[in-house]
């Protein structure tokens, strides 16, 4: 199988990232098809992170740190930007075309014999885990897909079970409360496992203190940041683990967020190897993180920032840092597209505080369509609404409505931002 022929096969199988609907959610197809690959799974120790928001950030934190200690490191998160090449990486390094054709290969060519269709997510889960004992990682740093107990990543024996926080996410799934989408996170907390909980709210807490784990972390009670300060092009932060205060720690994302996420992370990694991390591991870690898509700039004149938020948590988030963070001088322009609420989400990223909005279908048979968010717009007070069929061309007329003080943010899911960075780039200063 080559690499075209690999991402047919994928597009034949892509059910919930068509219609958003998974008809009887389990593990036991992909339980089958690692069985008969030999469990890679269980090739290497596992950290495995859920939660609403910041996994992407919390996951790549992570794998910097582990690598900055001299662990070959195996990530796999997603979904990807651009390349679904993205979702697979060792030591921050993707996975080529060719490698990724012969994993999804093979499991393509198992399938069938064990009486199995897989899914688009599936496949790639198995793809990641066959080739990360292939080439025989020390420890795999899994994000789950959805949820957790009957995610696909879910047959990992996870060493560490970090949960970043919860949010009413995917309630058509879990159920209808926050206590639901909490208990569904807490499936992949293994007996073994240590459990880092950056959620805060004790009912919360509650549930995965009594998850099965063999010990738990909390935040606040057991880890914490004790001081977050904006600096150039990131964070200056001190951080209490466990065992260490880390002081002037310099972290290269923007959003003070990304705090938390980092005081997770270190926490989940201090708790792999059960000591202290050296602190030229912890600064040269943090200093190789970089999040494309995660509250980016693309270019300073004019401002151009991309962000991934696709839920309404992380669109507060977004509106937070971009309008506490970035002051700018000029106009404010937004450019979104997304699968979620529009009103909701238009509220949550202060849509009526822009000074015009570019409204897009985000590429995805999800998306809510621009004409539906155009009328959200006008129905929470914008002034301004354009709206647009895809994203591309709403990123290229916002680059050439923008002077050189103005300030565009594109956001509402990372649908959106992949499809807007290769644009945006090609514009940006």
Same mark, same amino acid.
């Given at each position: 199988?080559?690499?075209?022929?690999?991402?047919?096969?994928?597009?034949?199988?892509?059910?919930?990232?068509?219609?958003?609907?998974?008809?009887?959610?389990?593990?036991?197809?992909?339980?089958?098809?690692?069985?008969?690959?030999?469990?890679?799974?269980?090739?290497?120790?596992?950290?495995? &992170?859920?939660?609403?928001?910041?996994?992407?950030?919390?996951?790549?934190?992570?794998?910097?740190?582990?690598?900055?200690?001299?662990?070959?490191?195996?990530?796999?998160?997603?979904?990807?930007?651009?390349?679904?090449?993205?979702?697979?990486?060792?030591?921050?390094?993707?996975?080529?075309?060719?490698?990724?054709?012969?994993?999804?290969?093979?499991?393509?060519?198992?399938?069938?014999?064990?009486?199995?269709?897989?899914?688009?997510?599936?496949?790639?889960?198995?793809?990641?885990?066959?080739?990360?004992?292939?080439?025989?990682?020390?420890?795999?740093?899994?994000?789950?897909?959805?949820?957790?107990?009957?995610?696909?990543?879910?047959?990992?024996?996870?060493?560490?079970?970090?949960?970043?926080?919860?949010?009413?996410?995917?309630?058509?799934?879990?159920?209808?409360?926050?206590?639901?989408?909490?208990?569904?996170?807490?499936?992949?907390?293994?007996?073994?496992?240590?459990?880092?909980?950056?959620?805060?709210?004790?009912?919360?807490?509650?549930?995965?203190?009594?998850?099965?784990?063999?010990?738990?972390?909390?935040?606040?009670?057991?880890?914490?940041?004790?001081?977050?300060?904006?600096?150039?092009?990131?964070?200056?932060?001190?951080?209490?683990?466990?065992?260490?205060?880390?002081?002037?720690?310099?972290?290269?994302?923007?959003?003070?967020?990304?705090?938390? !996420?980092? &005081?997770?992370?270190?926490?989940?990694?201090?708790?792999?190897?059960?000591?202290?991390?050296?602190?030229?591991?912890?600064?040269?870690?943090?200093?190789?993180?970089?999040?494309?898509?995660?509250?980016?700039?693309?270019?300073?004149?004019?401002?151009?920032?991309?962000?991934?938020?696709?839920?309404?948590?992380?669109?507060?988030?977004?509106?937070?840092?971009?309008?506490?963070?970035?002051?700018?001088?000029?106009?404010?322009?937004?450019?979104?597209?997304?699968?979620?609420?529009?009103?909701?989400?238009?509220?949550?990223?202060?849509?009526?505080?822009?000074?015009?909005?570019? &409204?897009?279908?985000?590429?995805?048979?999800? =998306?809510?369509?621009?004409?539906?968010?155009?009328? =959200?717009?006008?129905?929470?007070?914008?002034?301004?609404?354009?709206?647009?069929?895809?994203?591309?061309?709403?990123?290229?007329?916002?680059?050439?409505?923008?002077?050189?003080?103005?300030?565009?943010?594109?956001?509402?899911?990372?649908?959106?931002?992949?499809?807007?960075?290769?644009?945006?780039?090609?514009?940006? !200063?």
């Amino acid at each position: 199988m080559n690499f075209q022929e690999a991402l047919a096969y994928l597009d034949e199988h892509m059910s919930y990232q068509k219609t958003g609907r998974i008809d009887s959610p389990s593990v036991e197809p992909i339980t089958a098809i690692c069985s008969a690959l030999g469990d890679p799974q269980l090739s290497a120790p596992v950290i495995h &992170v859920t939660g609403t928001n910041g996994k992407g950030s919390t996951v790549q934190i992570i794998s910097r740190l582990l690598a900055a200690q001299g662990l070959t490191v195996g990530t796999y998160t997603s979904p990807h930007l651009e390349h679904v090449t993205e979702r697979f990486k060792r030591n921050g390094e993707p996975i080529t075309e060719e490698e990724l054709a012969e994993q999804i290969g093979a499991v393509a060519e198992i399938a069938p014999l064990v009486g199995q269709n897989p899914g688009y997510f599936e496949i790639l889960t198995a793809a990641a885990f066959r080739w990360f004992a292939d080439i025989a990682v020390d420890v795999m740093v899994i994000e789950v897909g959805l949820l957790g107990r009957w995610d696909a990543t879910n047959i990992v024996e996870s060493q560490v079970a970090v949960i970043t926080n919860i949010g009413m996410d995917h309630n058509e799934f879990a159920g209808p409360s926050i206590r639901d989408v909490a208990q569904e996170k807490s499936g992949i907390v293994k007996p073994g496992s240590a459990v880092i909980v950056g959620e805060t709210d004790p009912e919360l807490v509650d549930i995965f203190r009594h998850a099965g784990g063999a010990t738990t972390f909390v935040r606040d009670d057991d880890f914490a940041i004790l001081s977050n300060s904006l600096a150039v092009n990131g964070r200056l932060l001190d951080l209490r683990t466990p065992t260490t205060i880390y002081t002037d720690v310099f972290l290269p994302l923007n959003g003070a967020h990304q705090g938390d !996420n980092a &005081v997770l992370a270190l926490t989940a990694v201090e708790t792999f190897f059960a000591a202290p991390l050296p602190e030229d591991v912890v600064i040269e870690g943090f200093a190789e993180v970089s999040m494309p898509g995660r509250f980016e700039v693309l270019g300073r004149q004019p401002l151009v920032i991309v962000d991934g938020a696709h839920n309404s948590v992380g669109a507060d988030t977004c509106a937070s840092v971009f309008f506490g963070d970035f002051h700018p001088d000029g106009r404010r322009i937004l450019v979104v597209g997304t699968t979620r609420d529009a009103l909701e989400m238009l509220s949550a990223l202060r849509a009526d505080e822009f000074d015009i909005v570019f &409204v897009a279908t985000a590429p995805t048979p999800r =998306a809510i369509p621009a004409a539906d968010l155009a009328a =959200a717009a006008a129905e929470l007070g914008c002034d301004h609404v354009v709206a647009f069929d895809d994203v591309e061309s709403a990123c290229r007329r916002a680059t050439e409505y923008a002077d050189g003080d103005d300030a565009i943010l594109v956001t509402g899911s990372l649908f959106t931002v992949g499809a807007a960075r290769s644009t945006l780039q090609r514009h940006a !200063n």
